[in-house]
């Protein structure tokens, strides 16, 4: 089994910045994409960013200019760097990922997700 950790969210002012990380742990053979969603009260959930395996970066264009998406290979690891932040980023944020338990076996994975609220 495989499990997404998230951490990293909290409280910050408009503005300001707040850096989210997940790890990836358990029986993973290869990882195929790494990405964030988020999902406001009362909103359905919505694509942020992913990176590929080959570094393939998307963003939408909400966040573009201001989040950062990178990834460790090594360490599982998928990072999420938010720059000027507005209050209409507040949202669960949730690492979601593609991965190969086996040579043949693949599922989609989600985090539990981690608040972040931006706020003055």
């Known amino acids: 089994q495989v499990q997404l950790v998230e951490s990293g969210g909290g409280l910050v002012q408009p503005g300001g910045s707040l850096s989210l990380s997940c790890v990836a742990s358990?029986?993973?053979?290869?990882?195929?994409?790494m990405g964030w969603y988020r999902q406001a009260p009362g909103k359905q959930r919505e694509f942020v960013a992913s990176?590929?395996?080959?570094?393939?970066?998307n963003y939408a264009d909400s966040v573009k200019g201001r989040f950062t998406i990178s990834r460790d290979n090594a360490m599982n690891t998928v990072y999420l760097q938010m720059n000027s932040v507005k209050p209409e980023d507040t949202a669960v944020y949730y690492c979601?990922?593609?991965?190969?338990?086996?040579?043949?076996?693949?599922?989609?994975?989600w985090g539990q997700g981690t608040q972040v609220t931006v706020s003055s």
């Open positions: 358990g029986s993973i053979f290869r990882i195929v994409s």
């Open positions: 979601n990922a593609y991965i190969y338990e086996t040579a043949f076996t693949w599922n989609e994975y």
């Open positions: 990176v590929n395996s080959g570094g393939s970066i």
